[in-house]
């Protein structure tokens, strides 16, 4: 039996009825479609999904947001929240509309998050090339923006012809639920091919339900896992998204309770333990904990579980600084599991963790080597007990807040269920220093591709996901400037996110790194350019508060500590999308990693600043290492 409908029907109608599984519990895949509707995909894709609103609402519902590329982070982060087993598709018209939604693709593919992404293409017939928006190439016909989407996705295909479509679908399936291969899908629908009539088997909208497994590790391997473990003697472990995608945090805090490991975690894999567990050593790298870091520096075996080793992670390959460090990588991804020469163990995080620890046995660390660990950690929170509650003359001053008092207030007053979302600027480098993690779903911070204009739209993506939690989203003016339209669709949709807005006057992370780099801070404040030429003068007189406010959304303004615990606990009440506005002190940083980040310094330089930071650079360079030993076992 066969059904006649559009391309477009044909795709709404397949992608309401799939499912993943995993662990024997099912949900829907496709949660639903957020779009913007232009020439290219308003017949076609637009028609369709009216269609199947008005014949059963819940089938895929449909959200409108205000731009491209934030709904394509909204649906990364719905992904993320969701443990990867659902998202959401994208679907955008022709030309800009379309390539607007590349960095999303980027942003996905970077962190491992599958979104389906549907840009409307050129007419597959060329009946009246070029049509508007569309690209010529003068050495090829069938190229279009649309192959932008290649580098940046994990599968693309184009639908040129109806009969096409069912294979593109099934291969864009398997890549959303292979937790080794997910990240950005790319299906391009040329406009007139979305509005093509087709008889389709019936079969082809039967429920489909995508099982997505979790590999076991090879005995033979996880036995050199644990003769490497057993001769170590100051073994830490970097846990990263892995562990949460793989719902392993349990079986992490057994394995640590039981060897006495200390923990230490990367922006994505923050939260795999409670910041207080006697393991938790807290961030790593260069935005790390000092002592997470203290312990990486002397580390002889480094336990990487679900990490990808980004150069924050470590320090531009500084972090690791004993001479016989060798490497231990559970991983999913063999990619990501030979990464520094390590002992690859390719297997899902949680059942690794179990395997490895039923073989341990007994086995622990020596106990002063988890009172160092213990030490140091203690250490580490005053430190944090000092930005977060400054002395008591510090409160008295009539000064700005500084960055670190104001996460430490949110931090203290939101609940441990609350998610505290963040992607770029000075304020992910503090929060995975300082923020207290009290839940495993508590912290969200985008800094695989750190994408500025991330915070709002993925604010929106979390809530999606996770309804019964409050969303405090923390963004300063740089990046909020970029991408603040999704507060529209927060008001259209009344989906409670909270905004802090942490007003600086510029570019405070760039600001502070471009004088450690020796350029002053050039070109980094939102100032009035004077009579010299110079961007020097006064700050923009930009009101943000009244920016959120044309939005149709209830602003806190604040300016102590006393009126922003009032204003949080105002906003914990409310019931819609509400905002915090505060200025804070944009030359107070927060405390020192006592790790490094290699940016390059210019070689030659007129400049003194400069010239001092090239020098500082090379001493700072001398530290990096190729971390290439092979793990002892390793055949």
């Known amino acids: 039996m066969t059904v006649r409908l559009t391309v477009a029907q044909a795709l709404v109608r397949f992608l309401s009825v799939q499912y993943s599984e995993r662990d024997g519990i099912r949900q829907r895949l496709i949660a639903g479609s957020l779009g913007i509707f232009g020439h290219g995909n308003v017949a076609g894709v637009g028609q369709a999904l009216l269609q199947s609103e008005l014949a059963d609402p819940k089938a895929l519902p449909y959200i409108l947001a205000r731009n491209e590329q934030a709904m394509v982070h909204t649906a990364a982060a719905f992904a993320r929240t969701r443990d990867r087993l659902q998202t959401y598709a994208c679907t955008a018209s022709v030309g800009p ?27 597959a017939t060329r009946v009246a090339t070029p049509v ?70 019936d079969e082809l ?30 073994p830490l472990i970097v846990a990263g998204g892995g562990v949460h995608y793989s719902g392993a945090e349990d079986a992490l805090r057994e394995f640590a309770e039981r060897t006495g490991i200390p923990v230490s975690e990367t922006q994505a894999g923050k939260g795999s333990l409670s910041y207080d567990h006697p393991q938790s050593v807290g961030a790593v790298g260069s935005t790390g904990t000092t002592a997470a870091n203290a312990l990486a520096r002397d580390a002889d075996l480094v336990i990487g579980i679900g990490t990808r080793y980004s150069d924050f992670t470590s320090a531009s390959r500084t972090a690791f600084q004993n001479p016989q460090v060798k490497f231990l990588n559970i991983n999913v991804a063999r990619f990501d599991s030979t990464k520094h020469a ?49 002395s008591a003359e510090r409160q008295a001053a009539e000064g700005l807040l500084t960055q670190g008092e104001v996460i430490g ?66 963004v300063g003016d740089g990046s909020y400037l970029m991408m603040s339209s999704e507060l529209a ?47 020097d003068g006064d700050y923009l007189p930009v009101d943000l508060a009244a920016n959120v406010r044309s939005f149709g959304v209830d602003v806190i303004d604040v300016h102590s500590r006393s009126g922003l615990e009032q204003a949080i606990r105002t906003a914990k009440a409310a019931t819609g999308p509400i905002a915090i506005h505060v200025t804070t002190d944009p030359l107070i940083g927060g405390p020192d990693s006592d790790s490094w980040w290699d940016v390059p310094v210019s070689e030659v330089s007129e400049l003194q600043s400069t010239q001092a930071a090239a020098a500082s650079y090379e001493e700072s360079k001398k530290a990096q290492r190729p971390y290439l030993s092979p793990a002892e076992g390793d055949s």
């Open 97 to 123: 509309g379309s390539t607007n939604m590349v960095t999303g693709a980027a942003l996905a593919t970077i962190n491992r998050l599958p979104v389906l992404i549907l840009p409307s293409d050129v007419f």
């Open 132 to 201: 508007l928006q569309e690209l010529e190439s003068f050495g090829a016909g069938d190229v279009s923006v649309n192959d932008a989407f290649r580098p940046v996705s994990k599968y693309f295909d184009r639908v040129w012809r109806p009969e096409q479509l069912p294979s593109a679908l099934m291969n864009a399936m398997r890549v959303l639920t292979d937790p080794v291969e997910t990240g950005a899908v790319t299906l391009a629908l040329p406009q007139d091919v979305q509005a093509e009539a087709y008889n389709w088997p």
């Open 205 to 234: 909208f039967a429920e489909r339900t995508w099982y997505v497994a979790r590999p076991l590790p090879e005995a033979s391997i996880v036995d050199k896992a644990v003769d490497l473990l057993r001769s170590a003697q100051r």
């Open 342 to 390: 390590g002992l690859p163990v390719v297997a899902d995080a949680r059942e690794a963790l179990v395997s490895l620890g039923s073989a341990l046995g007994e086995w622990s660390v020596d106990a002063k080597y988890t009172s160092e660990s213990q030490e140091l950690t203690r250490n580490w929170n005053g430190t944090v007990d000092a930005v977060f509650r400054p």
């Open 409 to 474: 207030t949110v931090n203290e007053l939101s609940a441990a269920s609350d998610v505290v979302v963040c992607a770029a600027g000075s304020m992910p480098g503090d929060l995975h220093k300082l923020w207290r993690t009290r839940d495993p779903k508590g912290y969200h911070v985008e800094y695989g591709y750190s994408c500025m204009g991330y915070e709002i739209a993925g604010g929106l993506g979390v809530r999606l996901g996770a309804p019964d939690r409050d969303v405090f989203v923390l």
């Open 489 to 535: 669709t927060a008001v259209q949709e009344n989906i409670k996110i909270i905004v802090v807005l942490v007003q600086n006057h510029g570019f405070a992370s760039i600001g502070a790194l471009s004088e450690s780099l020796g350029s002053q801070r050039f070109g980094t404040a939102y100032r009035k350019r004077t009579g010299d030429g110079r961007l």
